[in-house]
């Protein structure tokens, strides 16, 4: 598959569509809700595209961030590592998704010869992003499009409480048909246009085949994520040294880890999940690829990541998962040991999430 995509050839046989969201993070999560939302609109006979978005400042802010993702001082050595990460990603990004020509984000194109723009998943109305933060591309500011969809859209840690602008309320009127990941983003809407949008599930937890993988176990507790409070690393270290199991951080330096796999892309982020023994993290995709996956794993909250991670647990009916400093070791022994059971609830989550898919893209 290579970067080039020609609109007007494709869009004869099949209706063409294009998909806004955040997919050039360096972030595991964000690679693959990109590719799972265009590879399961593909399986629905739409042919998508990601609008290929460009800036420098957006740029300079992402890979800055990158090469030191963690408040830890890093290494020489650290920053060799974060700067291959980086290259396995943009060598995915041009090689695995469908792309658009690149256009400045703040002076996109008309949009025309799509059907339709489908805007998410991922924070894209995150107010308190700290480079795309409050972007109208991302609440529907473009030309020439026919409908304009949102799924699973979320306004991450711009809390329900904090309230939604008129501006952005009217931006948003523009949608046709609305829908959001996590309950907080409902509220949100709610309360400023008066109807509580559907909540559906993130395109890796709808379109779980993409991104699932079936290696042989490692014997590993994969750890993923940073940031980690003290008690939580004390009673993880404990339960994997009763286990005997090594604790491997994926993708960012933790110095309570036994080992490290910093520099890695995102397919092996998909089979290192798959071949965990167990999965601790605190990050919203390191709870849902143990949950496509079947793998153990424990998770707690983190400021930014409060909202969703909260509500993914109590959706899917996973809050034994969630620890705090209350937690017993027997906890952790529980929810380390035994696969996560959503099976049912998810059935009926990708029912709703289907509902909401056949009626807002019909007649395209």
């Known amino acids: 598959m290579t970067n080039a995509h020609n609109t007007a050839a494709v869009g004869a046989r099949r209706p063409s569509v294009g998909v806004l969201t955040f997919h050039r993070c360096i972030n595991y999560g964000s690679y693959w809700q990109a590719r799972c939302l265009v590879e399961g609109l593909k399986s629905r006979g739409i042919d998508p595209v990601l609008l290929e978005h ?20 890093q290494t020489p050595e650290h920053r060799r590592l974060y700067h291959r990460k980086i ?18 984000l703040d002076d996109p194109p008309a949009a025309q ?24 591309l991302f ?55 008066g109807d509580r949008p559907p909540v559906v599930l993130d395109p890796c937890l709808q379109f779980p085949s993409v991104a699932r993988r079936r290696d042989t176990h490692s014997g590993e507790i994969l750890l993923y994520g940073h940031g980690f409070p003290r008690w939580f690393q004390n009673a ?17 330096h933790n110095d309570w880890a036994d080992e490290e796999r910093i520099a890695e892309g995102p397919e092996a982020f998909a089979r290192a999940m798959g071949a965990a023994r ?14 496509i996956n079947g793998r153990p794993f424990v998770t707690t909250l983190s400021d930014y990541r409060f909202n969703k991670v909260q509500d993914l647990l109590l ?26 059971d959503s099976k049912a609830v998810l059935g009926l989550l990708r029912k709703a999430s289907d509902r909401f898919l056949d009626q807002s893209l019909a007649g395209l």
């Open 54 to 73: 460009r800036s420098s400042r957006v740029n300079r802010r992402e890979w800055s961030t990158a090469l030191s993702p963690t408040p830890a001082p």
């Open 87 to 104: 290259r396995l990603f943009l060598e995915a990004f041009e090689t695995t998704l469908p792309l658009t020509p690149a256009f400045p």
């Open 113 to 136: 010869g799509f059907a339709a723009l489908v805007v998410g998943s991922d924070e894209v109305w995150n107010f308190r992003h700290p480079w795309y933060g409050a972007q109208p």
């Open 139 to 193: 609440f529907g500011e473009a030309r020439g499009v026919r409908r304009l969809i949102a799924y699973a859209a979320s306004f991450g840690n711009h809390d329900a409480t904090d309230g939604l602008g008129r501006e952005w309320a009217e931006r948003l009127k523009r949608f046709a048909y609305l829908s959001v990941r996590d309950g907080n983003s409902q509220r949100l809407i709610a309360g400023a246009l």
């Open 236 to 252: 993880v270290r404990a339960f994997a040294k009763a286990v005997r199991a090594p604790i491997v951080s994926f993708g960012y």
């Open 278 to 291: 167990a999965v601790v993290t605190n990050f919203f995709h390191g709870c849902v690829f143990s949950v």
């Open 315 to 340: 959706r899917l009916e996973l809050q034994s998962r969630l620890m705090t400093p209350e937690s017993l070791p027997s906890d952790y022994g529980s929810a380390l040991s035994a696969p996560p």
